[in-house]
């Protein structure tokens, strides 16, 4: 008998991220980010992507994530 896996279950192949996009901020720009990401109750990372995507006008898949930075 085979032991089951440990950790979370694999995702669909549609659902994986398979790009990494890297932005350079200043600090300030930086603290803006993280100030919006808070107020949105999301992960910087998470609140950024929804961003990026809201403004390439694909859809997202998480609600709440189309809040643009102060400008």
Known sequence: MKAKRMGRPPLAK???????LSVRLTLDEHKSAERAAKVAGLA????????????SSLP???AGTQRRPPS
């Open 14 to 20: 549609k659902e994986r991220k398979a790009a990494h």
């Open 44 to 55: 910087l990372s998470e609140w950024a992507r929804g961003v990026v995507l809201s403004a």
């Open 60 to 62: 997202s898949g998480d």
